[in-house]
């Protein structure tokens, strides 16, 4: 996501790597680790999604671009792998960002599925509004190569719409993580949102509240 590869990109650059050649992937497959302690290439599938890869060039190393192969490869293990063009990858972040910033949180605080959501959280229409309009709003001041391509909130929502669909019967890797008492994902998400947000001047109080419950 947008937060790991800001925070890998910082680490790579204070051990004097510059400008690395970097595979962006993100996908909207359900899966998870069971037992959670045991092989950690142990995966389950419980939802069919799409995976989407996008080669981001690295001036020092040429125009080799492996993305195709490495698509084809996971397209054929199952995966449904596309690879797109990197404005594309960019505002599918942004979309991954909106998706994971609603279902992660509400599916762990009120231990429901995807699909339920709307049941169980009183006020899911609103509060998911409100986060997609946080993150719609950083995304346009933290990305200026993504203006065009993101220029409504439906843009976002309409995506959370399509993850939501593709795993109605799921969780969240966050409700399965604090299911097993484990450290959460929220400050790579709704805290990424937020803290971008300061940078910025842009308040997030809807972000902010999922951070602190």
Not at 28 to 53: A, C, I, S
Not at 64 to 77: C, F, H, K, V
Not at 193 to 200: A, P, S, T
Request: negative net charge; charged residues 20%; glycine residues 6%.
């Amino acid at each position: 996501g947008l937060d790991v590869r800001e925070r890998l990109l910082d680490s790579l650059s204070m051990n004097g790597i510059q400008n690395p050649h970097l595979i962006m992937c993100t996908t909207t497959n359900g899966v998870y680790r069971e037992p959670p302690d045991e092989d950690m290439f142990h995966l389950v599938q419980t939802g069919m999604g799409r995976t989407f890869l996008g080669n981001t060039p690295c001036p020092t190393t040429g125009d080799t671009d492996i993305t195709p192969s490495i698509t084809q490869l996971w397209d054929r293990a199952g995966l449904n792998a596309q690879a797109i063009e990197k404005d594309q990858m960019e505002l599918l972040l942004w979309q991954k960002l909106a998706a994971n910033c609603v279902c992660n949180p509400l599916t762990a605080l009120y231990n429901c599925t995807n699909g339920a959501m709307q049941q169980e959280v009183s006020n899911f229409g609103s509060l998911r509004e409100q986060v997609v309009q946080e993150v719609f709003q950083v995304g346009r001041a933290a990305d200026s190569s993504i203006e065009r391509n993101l220029n409504s909130p439906q843009v976002l929502d309409d995506f959370v719409e399509i993850t939501i669909q593709d795993n109605l019967e799921n969780t969240s890797s966050m409700h399965r993580d604090v299911q097993n008492h484990l450290r959460t994902e929220i400050d790579n998400l709704n805290g990424y949102v937020l803290r971008k947000g300061q940078e910025l001047g842009i308040e997030c109080p809807a972000n902010e509240e999922l951070c602190h419950r």
